[in-house]
């Protein structure tokens, strides 16, 4: 699979208005306030970049889903503030995000300052890819900048529509991104590890296919760990379990035997008689009792996996081991990001659950690339392309 897009570098930014795609799409609380403003942090470098090189930076973002109405509460000024603050340099944020008003308070904004435009999902047509729209963007502005890795996966006006109509580039960010999945994608150092956990085997299965191809050793965790063992003959108490996956997971094990790859499942269980944080926990073996639901990996297992990573030269890992948001559920997916980070090899992140575990446990800075985009670095996975990415460069 092919994964490049042309750099800043390949733009002339010196006195062009950039329009930059970010992704500040960040949490916040009941009264709006952000509770926490990574993503924002993350753009910085390349906000950076395109004013010393010159140019001026205009923000396109996205804020939750108000399917195409102004909704109050979903406004950027907020995001605004913050990004000024982190700038340290003045943020005109503006309420449209298209028309002759937007395009004079480009032109009347401060130089060395940024402009931040409003919700681009306040239009109809965003999430559809309306051509139009991309062009009323596109008029804004002489260069487009994608640095938006977590909406790539977006056919969206304002990810891959404006690149259609000016000469465009990847952000830092977004390269760093590219980068990390062309590396482990592509290129990668053996033995190659890929840990996948979360909910639904539906989920993954598209990303078991492509990953088989390409790794020595795919560890299986979390609820969808327990449709495959079902798929093996062993009981799994009341666990979670998707019957009409079981074929498709009797065909993966299949390709796995037949490529060569360890398919590694659980070989114990974390259980309790119920979904709560308070339920009584015991370790059983494979097979799991009557009554019973297993809701994270087992001890040995756990020592199992942690092996398999830690002597990896190359590892992936998304999707935690299970029910890490509560305490008694926690040691699986904490042992194996232990592991990860004793890993010597290149090791990534992807998904939004691996991500806040990692954070959970303060292992971020030993990790050597923590993606930014969950359903992105999921469908790179899947070996597809990224519309975002793909459209990027096709202009001169």
């Known amino acids: 699979m092919s994964l490049q ?3 800043i570098d390949s733009l002339a930014l010196q006195g062009k208005t950039v329009l930059i795609r970010v992704d500040f799409n960040v949490p916040r609380d009941a009264q709006g306030s952000i509770t926490d403003d990574t993503r924002i942090r993350a753009a910085l470098p ?18 939750g889903r ?9 406004r950027v ?21 298209t028309g002759q008003a937007v395009s004079d308070s480009i032109a009347g904004a401060p130089a060395h300052g940024v402009v931040l435009l409003e919700n681009v999902r306040f239009h109809g047509g965003e999430t559809q890819g309306d051509p139009e729209l991309s062009k009323s963007y596109a008029a804004l502005g002489d260069l487009f900048i994608n640095d938006a890795f977590g909406a790539s996966h977006r056919a969206h006006s304002s990810v891959s529509g404006i ?21 482990i994608l592509n290129d990668p150092a053996r033995p190659f590890v890929a840990i996948l956990g979360g ?3 539906s989920d993954k299965l598209t990303v078991i296919e492509n990953l088989l191809d390409k790794v020595d050793v795919l560890v299986v965790g979390g609820g969808m760990a327990y449709t495959f063992l079902a798929a093996q003959g062993h009981s799994v108490g009341i666990s979670l379990v998707e019957e009409n996956q079981i074929d498709l997971c009797k065909a993966a094990l299949a390709k796995a035997a037949e490529r060569g790859v360890r398919l590694l499942l659980p070989v114990d269980h974390v259980v309790a008689d119920r979904f709560a944080a308070d339920a009584e926990a015991s370790v059983s073996g494979v097979d799991i009792p009557e ?19 830690e002597a990896a030269k190359t590892v992936v890992w998304n ?39 990692i954070g959970m446990l303060g292992l971020e800075s030993a990790v050597d690339h923590i993606s930014t985009g969950g359903g992105a670095s999921l469908e790179l996975l899947e070996g597809k392309a990224l519309p975002g990415i793909a459209a990027l460069g096709q202009i001169a």
């Open 5 to 7: 897009a042309p750099s």
């Open 77 to 97: 000024s907020a995001i605004g503030k913050r990004l000024e603050e982190l700038m340290e340099l003045p943020v005109t944020t503006l309420t449209e995000s």
């Open 163 to 183: 690149a259609g109509c000016l000469p465009s580039a990847a952000g830092l960010l977004l390269e760093k991104e590219v980068q990390a999945f062309g590396r």
């Open 66 to 74: 108000p399917k195409g109405q102004v909704v109050e509460d979903l």
């Open 319 to 357: 999707g935690p081991m299970g029910v890490f948001e509560m305490e008694a559920f926690r040691a699986g997916t904490a042992r194996v990001g232990q592991a990860l980070a004793n890993c010597s090899g290149y090791t990534v992140v992807g998904g939004g659950d691996s991500v806040a575990a």
């Open 46 to 63: 390349t906000l950076r970049a395109v004013l010393a090189g010159g140019g001026k930076p205009v923000c396109l973002m996205h804020l």
């Open 199 to 201: 909910a639904k085997v």
């Open 291 to 309: 009554g019973r639901m297993a809701l994270d990996i087992g001890p040995k297992t756990q020592e199992l996996y942690a092996a398999e990573v």
